[in-house]
């Protein structure tokens, strides 16, 4: 699902950052769309048997590069900021409908929960998204670290587990989403910066990365009591 955004939504977005004249609500639209096709991956690309599309469809990273890429799509920080939490709701509500239709019930807690976290996350990955195509200072590196940082935590996180739980092995799908979280925050910072601007970069991931991941370690530890 990253590597479907990375390569189609690079382009789409370069592009319209050359055609001013596309209107604010087809921007927004495919926000939304982007939203709920990440939706749409997490609640039906959970029972398929390939670990790794299971192991992402459960995991927390194509969801933070769509905020992102929906923030990218916009004209200015708070249509990015809008687009960003438009994106993060509709995969949430298209994910809880997936949910309904295959029939669980007892959703309104999650969905409460959820959306709340999609309302945050998409105001901070929706704004770094525009800063990435708008900005060419220092403020560029800074945002798609924050982005690839987060990829980071997550699989340091996965790992993490995984060692505590049954050591590593390939065979695991923690290792495999892991594994492909590194993949695409290295991609993320090649394809998205300017060679120029890969050494801050890079300063700013450890920062980040470190942050993100105490993060999901403090929540980890409320949540289920370690």
């Given at each position: 699902?990253?590597?479907?955004?990375?390569?189609?939504?690079?382009?789409?977005?370069?592009?319209?950052?050359?055609?001013q004249?596309?209107?604010?609500?087809?921007?927004?639209?495919?926000?939304?769309?982007?939203?709920?096709m990440?939706?749409?991956?997490?609640?039906?690309?959970?029972?398929?048997?390939?670990?790794?599309?299971?192991?992402?469809?459960?995991?927390?990273?194509?969801?933070?590069?769509?905020?992102?890429?929906?923030?990218?799509?916009?004209?200015?920080?708070?249509?990015?900021?809008?687009?960003?939490?438009?994106?993060?709701?509709?995969g949430?509500?298209?994910?809880?409908?997936?949910?309904?239709?295959?029939?669980?019930?007892?959703?309104?807690?999650?969905?409460?929960?959820?959306?709340?976290?999609?309302?945050?996350?998409g105001?901070?990955?929706?704004?770094?998204?525009?800063?990435?195509r708008?900005?060419?200072?220092?403020?560029?590196?800074?945002?798609?670290?924050?982005?690839?940082?987060?990829?980071?935590?997550?699989?340091?996180?996965?790992?993490?587990?995984?060692?505590?739980?049954?050591?590593?092995?390939?065979?695991?799908?923690?290792?495999?989403?892991?594994?492909?979280?590194?993949?695409?925050?290295?991609l993320?910072?090649?394809?998205?910066?300017?060679?120029?601007?890969?050494?801050?970069?890079?300063?700013?991931?450890?920062?980040?990365?470190?942050?993100?991941?105490?993060?999901?370690?403090?929540?980890?530890?409320?949540?289920?009591?370690?």
């Amino acid at each position: 699902m990253e590597a479907f955004l990375v390569t189609v939504m690079t382009p789409t977005i370069i592009a319209l950052g050359y055609h001013q004249s596309v209107n604010d609500a087809v921007r927004m639209g495919a926000a939304m769309l982007i939203g709920l096709m990440v939706g749409a991956f997490s609640t039906f690309g959970d029972p398929i048997g390939v670990m790794v599309i299971n192991g992402l469809a459960n995991a927390a990273s194509p969801w933070v590069v769509t905020a992102f890429f929906a923030g990218a799509l916009q004209r200015g920080p708070r249509r990015a900021v809008a687009g960003g939490v438009a994106a993060m709701v509709a995969g949430v509500v298209m994910y809880y409908i997936g949910a309904l239709l295959e029939g669980h019930t007892h959703l309104l807690f999650q969905f409460v929960v959820w959306t709340a976290a999609a309302v945050v996350s998409g105001c901070l990955f929706g704004l770094a998204g525009i800063t990435w195509r708008m900005r060419s200072d220092l403020w560029r590196p800074i945002a798609v670290a924050a982005v690839s940082g987060t990829l980071l935590a997550e699989a340091a996180h996965r790992f993490i587990l995984v060692e505590i739980w049954t050591g590593w092995e390939w065979e695991i799908t923690y290792v495999q989403v892991a594994v492909a979280n590194i993949v695409m925050a290295g991609l993320l910072l090649l394809v998205l910066l300017e060679r120029r601007h890969w050494l801050p970069a890079l300063g700013w991931l450890a920062l980040v990365t470190g942050a993100a991941l105490l993060v999901l370690l403090t929540a980890y530890a409320l949540l289920w009591g370690w």
